[in-house]
């Protein structure tokens, strides 16, 4: 654990910079000046409610989204300069679990785990079966791999998406809202499973989610992001403990209660602009 | 308050013509990527997949054709009971088959595969990438380096320009051979002179005339169909307005590219 910090401390081995980024749906501004490290070997955890910006982040980190202002930088490359094949290349180191899993719902669950294999490798069948079961062993799931999809529980679809995100060995892994829907155990499951992947496979993490305890658990930073701001980023007690009040609001689960200017009330409700 | 409807309304025609741009557009570069991969995607280390070409192949068109061969079958008993009616006052029923051998190898054939194969994929297809695209597995691909298009959209466009002709052929030969039993049945035409007669009226042009439109509802039902899969909006009503949508668009362009084609190779 101390090599590790240490390494940590040492210096500039981001898998993940953002710069300034700002971020637009429409005429509405869901980023607003977000800059953001991960460091090789962390889990960084991107908290905020809904409507905080953190899908959107997340989706720019991935590269599903281009910035117009700002710029990403996937190991230390920007995103914006990258070529159709370095784009390919660099896609060969990250991983991506969804939301709700994105498993290919016409393939196997099997098939599924070995769909980057096939698609980046040239390794014969037999080989990609067996990498793929031992992914699927990884998540728990050995013995799952000829059922379908739509067979599977809400945690197991999120695990096997797990594994098809690990299967490339990948050194940057993503997980979107990995307790999202889920039973308090399951969750905590999937919580101790990402942590031991992380130990197990060197590999840097980046989970969004809402969910506090989750996040508390598993996180060696993390961000708060609020109406597309970044509200603070660091350890996980450094967040506990702050006291910036919308963060403390976000902790406690109390509603922020605006003032309310009653003319303003009655115009947004009639409509007029008068 | 007439002029702040004419402007409503002139707005909402401003605002349909350029989403009808738009959707060109769109359906335009989704052409090109798609013949991109189609052409290119081996040496770009993306290739399209052959299994999954024989699988479209396999979905749009060997399982069309049941219901194919029935609906030409009809459409060629038809168009003949139609012709020795009409024909009749003229004392010239026999003339039947020389109008039905061109109007369906040129016209007739082409037309029912179209409207058929957009029946049964243009929603299917739309469905399915709909539905991918809400599921995030369309996300799912292009981080995992799988270009969409590539993936889905050129498999189903060589399997419509693969399978679209052989369609055509068959249908033409299903109605053609309907007429040819209504002939026998009134007119008491055998079915040896009758096919001796339809051989003689045709010239490859009539045939090269379906085959060539057959290739082009192909496109037409790929890039529509896939389109709309693309651009669904979430939850179930924007899949079914898609699927609707997909459908009623797919027929609708093979019906007047028809017209089109036509007017431009008779004319």
């Known amino acids: ?274 | 308050m007439q002029a702040a409807g004419f402007r409503g309304f002139s707005e909402r025609v401003g605002r349909r013509v350029a989403g009808g741009v738009e959707d060109f557009g769109y359906a335009t570069l989704l052409l090109a990527e798609g013949l991109f991969w189609i052409v290119l995607g081996r040496w770009w280390r993306q290739p399209v997949r052959l299994h999954s070409m024989v699988r479209e192949m396999m979905e749009i068109g060997v399982l069309a054709i049941p219901v194919l061969s029935v609906l030409a079958f009809a459409n060629g008993a038809m168009m003949a009971m139609q012709g020795i009616y009409t024909l009749r006052d003229f004392g010239a029923e026999s003339q039947v088959i020389s109008g039905l051998a061109t109007a369906v190898t040129r016209e007739f054939g082409v037309l029912i595969t179209g409207i058929v194969v957009a029946a049964r994929s243009g929603s299917a297809i739309a469905a399915r990438i709909g539905t991918m695209q809400m599921s995030q597995e369309i996300d799912a691909l292009r981080v995992m380096g799988v270009a969409p298009v590539r993936y889905l959209v050129s498999p189903i466009l060589v399997a419509l320009l693969v399978t679209m002709p052989v369609l055509t052929l068959m249908a033409s030969a299903m109605a053609i051979l309907g007429g040819g039993v209504i002939c026998l049945l009134e007119l008491h035409i055998s079915l040896a002179t009758y096919l001796d007669r339809v051989w003689a009226v045709l010239v490859p042009a009539d045939i090269w005339q379906g085959l060539f439109k057959s290739l082009v509802f192909g496109v037409l039902v790929t890039l529509v169909a896939t389109s709309n899969g693309f651009n669904a909006s979430r939850g179930a009503e924007g899949l079914g307005r898609a699927t609707t949508r997909s459908v009623v668009l797919c027929i609708s362009a093979i019906v007047v590219a028809d017209m089109i084609f036509t007017f431009f190779l008779i004319l």
């Open chain 1, 1 to 274: 654990m101390t090599t590790m910090t240490m390494t940590r401390a040492a210096g500039n081995d981001a898998v993940i910079e953002v710069e300034n980024l700002v971020a637009f749906y429409g005429e509405h501004k869901v980023l607003d000046d977000v800059s953001l490290q991960v460091r090789k070997g962390e889990i960084m955890v991107i908290m905020g409610g809904s409507g905080s910006g953190k899908s959107t982040l997340l989706r720019y980190l991935l590269g599903l989204h281009r910035p117009v202002s700002g710029v990403v930088r996937l190991f230390g490359r920007d995103i914006n300069r990258l070529s159709g094949r370095q784009w390919t290349g660099l896609r060969r180191k990250m991983g991506v679990a969804f939301q709700g899993g994105a498993l290919f719902n016409s393939m196997s669950v099997g098939e599924n785990v070995c769909m980057p294999l096939r698609e980046h490798t040239r390794l014969d069948r037999k080989t990609m079966r067996i990498m793929s079961r031992m992914k699927l062993e990884v998540v728990n799931l050995a013995g799952y791999e000829n059922l379908m999809p739509s067979q599977l529980s809400g945690g197991m679809l999120k695990r096997a998406a797990l594994a098809r995100a690990l299967v490339m060995d990948p050194d940057l892994l993503f997980f979107d809202e990995p307790s999202a829907g889920l039973d308090p155990v399951v969750a905590a499951d999937l919580d101790n499973l990402i942590l031991r992947i992380r130990d197990a496979m060197q590999v840097s993490i980046v989970v969004v989610t809402h969910e506090l305890d989750s996040a508390f658990k598993i996180a060696d930073r993390i961000t708060v992001l609020d109406k597309g701001r970044i509200l603070m980023t660091g350890a996980a007690d450094e967040v506990r403990n702050s006291d910036i009040p919308r963060i403390r609001n976000l902790l406690t689960r109390t509603h922020e209660e605006q003032p309310v200017d009653a003319d303003d009330y009655l115009r947004r409700l009639t409509g007029s602009t008068d």
